[in-house]
């Protein structure tokens, strides 16, 4: 069976999902709004964890919080669950399509055979719609890819268990109710104030102040580690900032498209002009990952050319304290 | 960023016949989407990190040959793991994994055990105990 399930590409899965399932729900809710009211910006780096060999630095909101944040602020109920067993999970999955229920599922990327090999890495928080089943295989809408697909069971199975740091578990979800009539207002001003608590938090490793800590960090790579490892951080720096989902400059695009349309939607023109400001810090952002790709890719950088990385994020993390200050009060 | 600076710089994404979606401002300010091809400074930042990945995989093979190491953990490069990864897999502890790359403790591993490791790595037992093959 096939659901009636249209497929619109989105910057980042997690939105994307949200955003295709409301729209399914006839409730136009565009990818930014999501994004904004679910307080997907974030800047935080996890200083227990590695990824390939390498530090995590985060520029969105933990997986799934996006979208429970942005359930509870419009007043959506959804219906999430976790499975132990690969034959319950498939057993739910069916019966939701049975019932012409697409759904949302959380998924690893390392086994997704569609996502070209050298994007395929143990990352478990990508999310996508299934949206039916034909002879024997799951229709697929995967936010970030341009069109449909499909996955064999086995295929499917695979990527909802796998295993590692935020192994999903066969997590599946989508919502059960909605409110009458969606009333974006209140939920953008919490959404809002929100964000802005977590960037302005007093954490040394989350926020503006996280962005000094990894500048700080930055500098002392080269001598700590060596040139090579100090290359490789900044190269994962990058890719976590730049990577498909982010919608360029960490996020901070996304984040300003929402701020322009919450704006108008508000009629707060404070929002606007801010939306134009974190344009340019977005703008930031890219100079930042550009500056930082020309050290790794000539692999035999100075401390110095280090250190001027280090100064734009410290100039970026500066002006992002402005920011979320104004930002904070504009609402 | 502007969406005709919107970067259209050859990528990987090219084998899998896809675009990335951005977000940039049009000519009036306002917010709109465009397709991207890819970006030089991460398509550099991604091929760093997989020559990266050969290297280490090289690497553990060298070490697989000269005896220091066991298969385990090649196959472990080869599919990107780390120890963290595998362990969740197969379902042992960390340590126990680690214990696994000793060749003396390699060599008198059950079959039992060495299927786990197999079928996580989708290869038979033969394949892991000679990664030559």
């Known amino acids: ?331 | 960023m502007k969406k005709k600076e919107v970067p259209q710089d050859k990528s990987n994404l090219e084998s899998a016949n896809f675009k990335e979606l951005c977000y940039a401002v049009d000519d009036n300010g306002e917010y709109t989407t465009e397709r991207s091809s890819g970006w030089e400074p991460k398509t550099v930042a991604l091929n760093n990190a997989i020559e990266e990945i050969n290297e280490r995989i090289e690497d553990a093979k060298k070490r697989v040959i000269a005896g220091e190491t066991s298969p385990i953990e090649y196959y472990m490069e080869l599919h990107k793991m780390d120890v963290g990864i595998l362990a969740s897999y197969v379902g042992f502890w960390q340590w126990k994994v680690k214990r696994h790359f000793r060749p003396s403790v390699f060599r008198k591993l059950s079959h039992k055990t060495l299927n786990n490791y197999a079928e996580v790595f989708e290869i038979s037992v033969e394949e892991l105990q000679n990664i030559s093959k």
Request: proline share 4%; net charge positive.
């Open chain 1, 1 to 331: 069976m096939e659901i009636d399930f249209t497929h619109h590409q989105s910057a980042h899965c997690e939105n994307g999902v949200v955003s295709n399932l409301m729209k399914h729900n006839g409730f136009s809710v565009s990818e930014p709004m999501v994004f904004g009211i679910g307080s997907g910006l974030l800047f935080c780096y996890i200083p227990l964890l590695k990824v390939n060999h390498a530090p995590v630095i985060t520029y969105r909101a933990m997986p799934g919080h996006i979208f429970k944040k942005f359930a509870k602020r419009t007043g959506v109920k959804m219906k999430r669950e976790k499975f132990s067993n690969p034959k319950d999970a498939k057993a739910r999955l069916d019966e939701n399509l049975e019932k012409n229920n697409p759904v949302g599922l959380q998924v690893g990327v390392y086994n997704l055979v569609y996502f070209p090999d050298e994007y395929r890495f143990h990352f478990n928080a990508h999310n996508m719609v299934v949206y039916g089943k034909e002879n024997n295989r799951y229709l697929i809408s995967d936010p970030v890819m341009e069109n449909v697909t499909s996955l064999s069971e086995k295929e499917l199975e695979k990527v909802r268990f796998a295993k590692g740091a935020f192994a999903p578990k066969g997590h599946m979800y989508y919502p059960i109710a909605f409110p009458e009539k969606l009333e974006l207002e209140k939920a953008i001003v919490k959404g809002i104030k929100d964000t802005c608590k977590a960037m302005l938090a007093p954490v040394s490793f989350v926020g503006v102040k996280g962005i000094h800590k990894i500048a700080a960090l930055i500098r002392k790579w080269p001598k700590k580690k060596g040139i090579k490892t100090a290359n490789h951080y900044l190269g994962q720096v990058v890719r976590m900032q730049e990577e498909i989902g982010t919608g360029g400059g960490g996020f901070r695009y996304i984040y300003a498209a929402f701020l322009q349309e919450a704006g108008k939607l508000l009629g707060n023109e404070k929002l606007i002009k801010l939306s134009k400001e974190m344009t340019d810090i977005g703008d930031l952002w890219r100079d930042f990952a550009l500056e930082a790709s020309r050290i790794y890719k000539n692999r035999s950088a100075q401390t110095d050319s280090y250190n001027k990385v280090a100064d734009q994020l410290d100039h970026i993390a500066d002006l992002e304290k402005v920011f979320f200050k104004k930002l904070k009060k504009a609402i």
